[in-house]
């Protein structure tokens, strides 16, 4: 319902051990386009605290996703069922800018989105960027410098050597005496 289209899990397995949930398979379809899914991850694993459990709260010690993929084509379509689609219309006319459920995923999108723009490895990917806009190869790589171009000369040189030997021999060949 959160998603308007088809949401599909492949297996699903829980540990109380360790309170860890493994998802594989998990895909949700794009209720614009209901033959392309919004993301395809082949494998999420996460562990929770236990203790935050009981006051309601979900900390999540470890998580891993494998395998996401976004926008990729599906086989078959990911529109809701006719009364499971009729369902999530009356709940989107219901549903307003200040309801709970989108105060909240409209907190979780700005946060998520702070916190990307600020990971360490996009600030790496805009100073490579940066770096690229006025990188020339002409000017990083000189011809006369590369290895390969001084063999190839070399070579050209020692063929030339080896034909004007050659000729010499057979010019001084006295064939008719």
Known sequence: MAFGAKVEVSSLKTRFRDLSIDIKGLKAANKNDV?????DIDDIRFSVRPAPLLSAKIIINEMSIDGLKWGTQREDSGALPVKI???YEKQQKKENKDSLFSKLTGKIIEK???EITQLPALGG???VQEQFKNFSFDKAISIDDLESVKELDRMKQELNDKYT???QNINSLDTFG
């Open 35 to 39: 033959f392309k899914n919004i993301f």
């Open 85 to 87: 689609q009729a369902k």
């Open 112 to 114: 998520g989105k702070s």
């Open 125 to 127: 990917i805009k100073n």
């Open 165 to 167: 030997k050659y000729m």
